[in-house]
């Protein structure tokens, strides 16, 4: 057995995080990265998904190895980050050398005790496996039809070892619901399973100048979790633990940061090495539990209130850019009984300045449904967030965090009247000319009326994919000036001339021109507030 096999692919050492340095962008293992954190700049993961979970495991580590998971009194607390965060050392090379050195049998890909994340019962408890495709979220499984490569059951290509390490991340957080692969326990049989803990979710991370700056700044403050009974020995991380959960026992809640980020997964999944070690030839995902876990608040999720009053995270969605949920991010009082992530709530004024003032904020998104529908994930970034995060611990959001919100309805609200009102006039210039009188004749407006008058036309999502870059545009540099006043004339001008863009090549004709006038006073009385529409 060669060295390289004998290692069962060890994440410790093995080149599989991207990181980006001074000097460019490597591949390093965990050991790498903690004693080099506060030398290197972030992480480059380009799958954000695995980002997200990942960042999620490296900040439950990061607890640990800065010790903040043991205090649990909040002044205490702050006091010890900021004494880290302005020494900026890193961490403790001699604690980070400890802790690899206690859990390193569990920090193997394929070890065949206790591989990293996985289940090793799964291939006695499993009659079949689910292949390869299933664990890569970009390859079509089952009857899935092929998009982005010519993936088939029939042909699994295997997976470097390095990459399915960052898909089985990803998978642990986001996968999907429903149908699995059946796992047998004790003589029960079962062949579905609850979705991953952030299937859907837009999940925002706090950055700073180094990856050991954001670690630090992405772990829980107390409470933001439920303080565990057994003291800090209780709050564990899956691989800190001698035992493998007991799959017909309701799942325990999270007790502590380090549980909170990293015991939530809903799967069970197992990885077959090739012959080299090098790759993934097999993998079987299937259920880690027969009913969901309990409710724990994710810090890094913002939360919408239902009208029900219920709490429930903001879906990622593809077509809506990071600004729009900008002020969801620094207001602590949003007035409408919905909260900001939790992880960004003990950061205005208690961090040393030079940290405050480099804050930025990443977003990892994946657009899916609730089970197994996967449209597109990505990821977005903010500038620094210190003129609207620092006065936002007061009973009083500052004044230009409200101008922000004020600034993101208005730009929704034109968007609104823009898309109204081109698909009015869509409808007003190609309604036939017999429907046109039939609806006179009835007394009905003309828009509404005739098979056209279902269908907005293709107006409005031609003006939207030209307002939402610019009015972006324009929201940064209204933050840049720090004035939002005005806002609802500043967004309905480029309404306007938008509309005015989109309609002009009718604007000709006879029937065109009285479309386009007929409509266009909906977006122009954005300019005028006191108008009535």
Known sequence: MS??????????????????TADGARAVGLRELFLDAHRVESLAVGLPPAASGLLRILCAMAARLSGLDALSDSTVWL???????????GFEPSVVEEYFAEHGGRLRLHDPVRPFLQDPRLDEQCAGRSGVNKLVMARPAGNNQVFFGHFTDGEQVPLPSSEAALHLIAQMYYGPSGQCTPRTVDGQRFGNTYAGPLRRALSYHPVGRSLYESLLLGIPAPGTWQQASGGPDADRCPWERDELPDPLTPPDGAVGPRSLLTQRFQHAVLLYPGEDGQSVVDATMTWAFRSVRPPDADPFLVWDEGRDGTLRPRDAQAKRSLWRDLDSLVLLHRGDGGRRPAVLDKLAGQLPDEVMRAVRVVAYGFDQDGQTR??????????ELFTLLDASADRQDNALARGAKDARVAAEKAASRLAYALGSAWRAYTTPFGDDRLARTAGDAPARTGKAGKSGGPWPKQALARYWPAAEERFWALLDAGDFSGVQGTFGRIALTTYDEITRPVASTPRGAKARESARGLVRSLLDPDRRT
Request: glycine share 0%.
């Open 3 to 20: 060295d390289v096999q004998a290692d069962y692919f060890d994440l410790r050492s093995r080149p599989w995080i991207p990181v980006r």
């Open 79 to 89: 006091d010890r980050r900021y004494e880290l965060l302005q020494a900026a050392r």
């Open 374 to 383: 996967d449209r597109t994930y990505f990821t977005a970034a903010t500038p």
